[in-house]
């Protein structure tokens, strides 16, 4: 399969831990993005690489989350001291310089206690 | 006010129905429009672009009023398969830099 991965699926944690998420972007794409969907809206811009910069972030992303892209491939998305408002689905997408389209992965479901 | 607003439905309509979806923006600079595709617990995926001079594909037509910052999707002759959440995507950049912004999505049903 050469589309995004996600890792993990699924995660159940209760408040308070930290949890990281990882996603491999389809291989020549150099631009990565993290969003979040809660049930019933739409995906929310969380924050993007191009290769290993990170370039922009939401006001969504407080200073409990912090996303990584250390070789310009795959990225992490940690959250630190989770709360129960964290839970939702955390999708990642990546594409090439030159173009548009944005492919997402399954995405990880995060439920927190 | 949203920046992306859509009618939440959903939208129940039998087989081989025509069915239109509505979606407004607010931000006047935005460049780029597309429609994708949600389904239950699954990750978006595009559906198609949408260009100022409207555009079809297949069963999908799409169109763009940028005087009323509205974008349309048709689905003629729905089939079961369709049912799904359409999400309406703005960008808001021209070219390569910018974020997506998405409405809420719209549920369609498609009943035999």
Redesign the interface.
Known sequence: DTGVSQDPRHKITKRGQNVTFRCDPISEHNRL?WYRQTL??????LT?FQNEAQL?KSRLLSDRFSAERPKGSFSTLEIQRTEQGDSAMY?CASRT??Q????????T?LLVL | RKEVEQDPGPFNVPEGATVAFNCTYSNSASQSFFWYRQDCRKEPKLLMSVYSSGNEDGRFTAQLNRASQYISLLIRDSKLSDSATYLCVVKEVWGSQGNLIFGKGTKLSVKP
């Not at chain 1, 019933?40 to 811009?45: D, L």
């Not at chain 1, 548009?100 to 995405?107: A, L």
Request: proline fraction near 10%; charge should be negative; hydrophobic fraction near 15%.
């Open positions: 993005y019933g809206q739409g995906p929310e811009f993007y922009e999708l310089e030159d548009e389209t944005q492919y997402f992965g399954p995405g479901r």
